[in-house]
């Protein structure tokens, strides 16, 4: 158990469709990043949050997007989903370290989107 | 650009055996190296981590090599015990401080 929570699980969408996944984050940590992992393959940093902000984002397009609330908890949305959106959608939780980088990232269950 | 790499997709081992894990990586900017156990259906668990300062870290039953000349990393893992059957993962924070590069993956299966 690493205390962060993600929801939904499970979801199916289709095409076109929009989606948003929620994370809790572990208690004490005030930096949020989201991973997209396709089957049979590691994560992919899409961003992270850090203070309510994007703090950086991996090679996704702006129809990924995000949110951080004052509780730190986060949310990862998804417009216009296309077929290879189909993935683990994994947030990670941390507390940012010295020279703001990152501490030792403590990973959810993840939620599995189809897109169909 | 960045890239982190596996040598080998799937390992066999019998239990009782040790387990060598590795991984390669192109980044000699990174300083900052995690291995990641993913069980099937959960998100990926931290084992243990390694800094460029140091060449070998060890945790329980665990230990990382880090060599910077080749940039190689590996997992070892003694005993392997069934419960060590998963997908291992090698990660690093290169540039970007925040962002962490993950390969593909090594999956680990534990024979009895």
């Known amino acids: 158990e690493t205390g962060v929570t993600q929801s939904p699980t499970h979801l199916i969408k289709t095409r076109g469709q929009q989606v948003t996944l929620r994370c809790s984050s572990q208690s004490g940590h005030n930096t949020v990043s989201w991973y997209q992992q396709a089957l049979g393959q590691g994560p992919q940093f899409i961003f992270q949050?850090?203070?309510?902000?994007?703090?950086g984002r991996g090679n996704f397009p702006p129809r990924f997007s995000g949110l951080q609330f004052p509780n730190y908890s986060s949310e990862l949305n998804v417009n216009a989903l296309e077929l290879d959106d189909s993935a683990l959608y994994l947030c990670?939780?941390?507390?940012?370290?010295?020279?703001?980088?990152?501490?030792?990232?403590?990973f959810g269950e993840g939620s599995r989107l189809t897109v169909l | 650009g960045e890239s982190v790499g596996l040598h080998l997709p799937t390992l066999s081992v019998q239990e009782g055996d040790n387990s060598i894990i590795n991984c390669a990586y192109s980044?000699?900017?990174?300083?900052?190296f995690i291995w990641y156990k993913q069980e099937s259906g959960k998100g990926p668990q931290f084992i243990i981590d390694i800094r460029s300062n140091m060449d070998k870290r060890q945790g329980q039953r665990v230990t990382v090599l880090l060599n910077k000349t080749v940039k190689h990393l590996s997992l070892q893992i003694a005993a392997t015990q069934p419960g060590d059957s998963a997908v291992y993962f090698c990660?690093?924070?290169?540039?970007?401080?925040?962002?962490?590069?993950f390969g593909k993956g090594t999956s680990l299966l534990v024979t009895p």
């Open positions: 990670a939780s941390s507390r940012r370290g010295p020279q703001n980088r990152v501490g030792e990232l403590f």
């Open positions: 980044n000699s900017a990174s300083d900052y």
């Open positions: 949050y850090y203070r309510e902000e994007e703090n």
């Open positions: 990660a690093e924070i290169g540039n970007s401080g925040y962002a962490l590069n």
